[in-house]
């Protein structure tokens, strides 16, 4: 196997989805053979070859630092799940 | 004939001679929508209300004398773009209820030009997948053959495109995602180049990959739908501000002085259906007949395109996608125990099975000990795809090859099986990969009557080469005339 269930497990929390073991058992599988097909690459020679992370040749893109009106706090507010006094409300964090 | 059925362009001569107006076609296009949508799922949203307000809008520019190309024509869009006040799901159970506070710039865009925006159309769940099967709202269906897919990822823009549910659509092509439903719903599907589209406001899935792009009834329409795309924008930093030229001006009769390169990995690869390889071959010998030369290139790095996508785009997709953390926007689940169980069922609960799948390989492939082995190795091996192309493109002035191995097939056949579905994309990949313009036309119809697309592609910023060739190959042909029976 090319991928373990543990490791579906492990990378699961890393993206953190739970998984319930019907999942685990698919996608191990399933990301095994996918996984097992990307081997391919390693015929190919890239020694020395530079990475490419972006197709077109762009460096910095500069433009003038202009004022413009932002999106207004009820509206950047608008769909959030849950909302108070302009804030997003989330989970307590702290114990 | 019916004012849905019209082209772009011929309804710009009607609507300026004012032998209808934009409320009459428009109304035209959302009733031929209630009476054919319930069988195919194209749309996930119609926007009736604002689409005859727009519409309404448009007859006033037309009266004023004021109408640009798309003034009052109606349009679809994909549902990955975000428009202002109308819901944007992605296709996906996390946005179910997300309506975005501001419009993509293609939406400004056609906005500036008073285009009507009827609906929003289905799609692979964030655009992840080749069938629309991922659609958390079910799958839209081809127009040609309802127990088929329509393709994907922009398969509803395809579908509401074949089936005259609206005059053009904006779709968008991570992989395929144009070109592919584009070629098995018989119409013109077009992906620009990297940068030439913003991607302001289009959800991202992977983002060195994605671009919008039109879909069609015509080359000269898709022509006309990309001029007012087109453009850089500020707001994306990776647009390029590269000039745009008069597209549809890009078409002649002939085919005179122009190189086409056949690939022979393409043309010869193992897996394509005969009838796919007869209506290529035979498309060639028309555009010879037209006047273009053609030579045999190679792409050496063919067989390892599909792998080296299936790294290069979950990973940048699992890093996307971490922004879906049910607190500032879409859904959250409720009964989670603390903030890390909330993002667990909300992530869980939202996304479908091929997300979490490309999540999930995404998220291996760039952790510790493999990112060197899988994302490294990817983009190394991008690099030399890129060079295959640039190698080719010194002897010709664009390629000619299929677009997917295969006639649409039956919905279903391929679901369980991630690996064979991703191998179906074989044709379509590179170009993403490589940042490099292309484009489906119509260019036969297997026995079944289903249709067959030739793609053509060009170097970076040629969409005029690809309009030129696929234009003149459309205007001595029948293929894009023919409109399915639903």
């Known amino acids: ?95 | 004939m019916q004012p849905y059925e019209l082209t772009i362009s011929e309804a710009r001569k009607l609507l300026d001679q004012k032998q209808i107006s934009s409320v009459e076609l428009t109304r035209a296009v959302l009733a031929r929508i209630d009476s054919v949508d319930p069988k195919l799922n194209a749309f996930l949203t119609v926007s009736e209300e604002s689409a005859l307000a727009d519409a309404e809008a448009a007859d006033r520019a037309i009266t004023a004398g004021t109408s640009k190309l798309l003034t009052g024509i109606p349009l679809a869009v994909k549902d990955v773009i975000c428009t202002e006040g109308i819901r944007t799901t992605c296709a996906s159970k996390i946005l179910e209820n997300f309506v975005p506070p501001y419009s993509a710039t293609v939406i400004e865009k056609l906005k500036s030009q008073n285009a009507v925006l009827v609906g929003k159309t289905n799609m692979d769940e964030f655009a992840m997948g080749s069938s629309n099967e991922h659609s958390a709202f079910g799958a839209a269906r081809n127009p040609w053959d309802l127990s088929r897919i329509p393709g994907g990822s922009s398969g509803g823009s395809a579908a509401a495109v074949a089936a005259d549910m609206c005059l053009g659509a904006l779709g968008s092509d991570t992989g395929g995602s144009i070109r592919q439903p584009a070629s098995h719903c018989g119409v013109v599907g077009l992906k620009p180049t990297y940068g030439r589209v913003s991607r302001f406001g289009l959800v991202a899935f992977a983002s060195s990959l994605d671009q919008i792009g039109p879909l069609a009834k015509s080359v000269e329409d898709s022509a006309v739908l990309l001029n007012a795309l087109a453009g850089h924008d500020r707001k994306d930093s990776t647009s390029v501000p590269e000039p745009v030229p008069d597209y549809p001006a890009a078409i002649t009769p002939d085919l005179g002085g122009v190189t086409l390169g056949l690939p022979k990995e393409y043309l010869q690869a193992e897996g394509t259906d005969p009838e796919v390889g007869r209506a290529v071959a035979g498309a060639i010998q028309t555009l010879e007949g037209l006047g273009a030369r053609c030579v045999e290139v190679s792409l050496p790095m063919t067989e390892y395109v599909v792998a080296a996508y299936y790294v290069i785009a979950p990973c940048e997709a699992s890093s996307n996608l971490a922004r879906y953390d049910g607190v500032k926007y879409g859904a959250r689940a409720n009964d989670a125990e603390d903030l890390m169980d909330m993002y667990r069922k909300t992530r869980s609960r939202g996304f479908g099975p091929e997300v979490q799948r490309r999540i999930i390989i995404g998220t291996y492939s760039l952790s510790a000990g493999y990112y060197d082995a899988y994302y490294g190795k990817a983009s190394q091996v991008r690099t030399r795809i890129m060079e295959d192309f640039r190698q080719a493109f010194t002897a010709c002035d664009a390629l000619v090859c299929p677009v997917a191995p295969t006639p649409a097939f039956p919905i279903g056949e391929k679901t369980d099986d991630p690996l064979t579905m991703y191998l179906s994309d074989i044709f379509t990949l590179s170009a993403n990969l490589a940042g490099i313009p292309g484009l489906s036309v119509p260019c036969g119809f297997s026995t079944e009557g289903l249709p067959i697309g030739l793609q053509v592609l060009a170097p970076y910023f040629k969409e005029e080469t690809l309009i030129r060739v696929a234009g003149s190959f459309e205007q001595t042909t029948e293929f894009h005339k023919k409109r399915p029976r639903i």
């Open chain 1, 1 to 95: 196997m090319k991928i373990t269930h543990d490791e579906v497990r492990y990378v699961a929390d890393l993206a953190r989805l739970d998984l319930d073991e019907a999942a685990v058992d698919k996608f191990a599988g399933q990301i095994g053979e996918i996984l097992l097909y990307i081997d391919k690459l390693n015929e190919v020679d890239t020694d020395g070859v530079d990475p490419t992370s972006h197709a077109i040749f762009l460096t910095n893109a500069f433009r003038e630092d202009e004022l413009v009106e932002p999106l207004d706090t009820d509206r950047a507010l608008a769909n959030a799940p849950e909302q108070e006094n302009g804030c997003f409300v989330v989970p307590k964090i702290i114990p």
